[in-house]
Structures are given as structure tokens and as C-alpha cells.
């Protein structure tokens, strides 16, 4: 029964979520993804956090993905992309930047997540942020 509730609570924040993402409704014209992949009791995820900046507030919403393959970067790249396609269809323009790890799936110059979303993004500055530990990762706006 908590299982329950607790999907659809998750399925409400997710439709807020799309709903603020969504340019069309004025509210947000540019977000930041933090991205780090991780094994917790044996199940593999990728851990998502999107930054948003509104009316002089930032709004931070997480989502950890479950990862049914291996760790590589092709594999990250598409389950990113898969619930940024669902979530927000034109996430290549809002896109703004990206912060992970330096680890070589997240940052590989061919094949890495961020490596292969800056390509997908059609913004011409773009900015990325290696850092020891994404969860600590803050963004500066001025």
C-alpha cells in the first residue's frame, strides 16, 4: 500500500515538474542536470537532478532512475535522454548545463553522458561542471 502512495506522489511531482519545464507556461526558460550513476544494496541507478531557477528562487527536484544495464555512457545517455524526452520534449534548447563526476562515462570525450548531451543540446554555450561528489554540486547564477 505505501508503494502505491508512493507512486503517485511520484507521478504528481513529476507532472509539476513537466508543467514548470514547459516554456510554454512562462515559468522557466533554462535548467541544469547533475547527473551521478551509483550501486546501493545491489541495485544499479542513475540519480538525476534537475536545478531550476524562478523568481529569484532555485528549485532542486531528484529523481533516481533504476539501471537494469551495464554503467557505460551510450547506456546513461539514453535513459537520460529517455526521461528528458518524456518529462520535457524540448530539453535541447533549455538545457543549459551539466554537472557530474569526472569519471569517464559521465565526461569521455566520445561517449560520455555529458559529452553526448551537450552534442544533443543546440545551445552554443554550454556549461559543465566536474566535481568530486555531484550531490554537493551548486550552481552560481549572475
Known sequence: ???SYARIVLAGNLQLLSTILDPKNG???AFLLANDASTHFGKSYLDNRIQIYINDKLYLHTIAIPMFE???GENMFILVSRFLNVLCPQWRTQLIGIG???ASVMTGHLQGVVTQLVKESSN???YRVWCGDVVYTSWIWF
Request: charged content about 15%.
Open 1 to 3: 500500500m505505501a508503494a
Open 27 to 29: 515559468s522557466c526558460w
Open 70 to 72: 551495464q554503467h557505460t
Open 100 to 102: 557530474s563526476d569526472g
Open 124 to 126: 552554443t554555450k554550454f
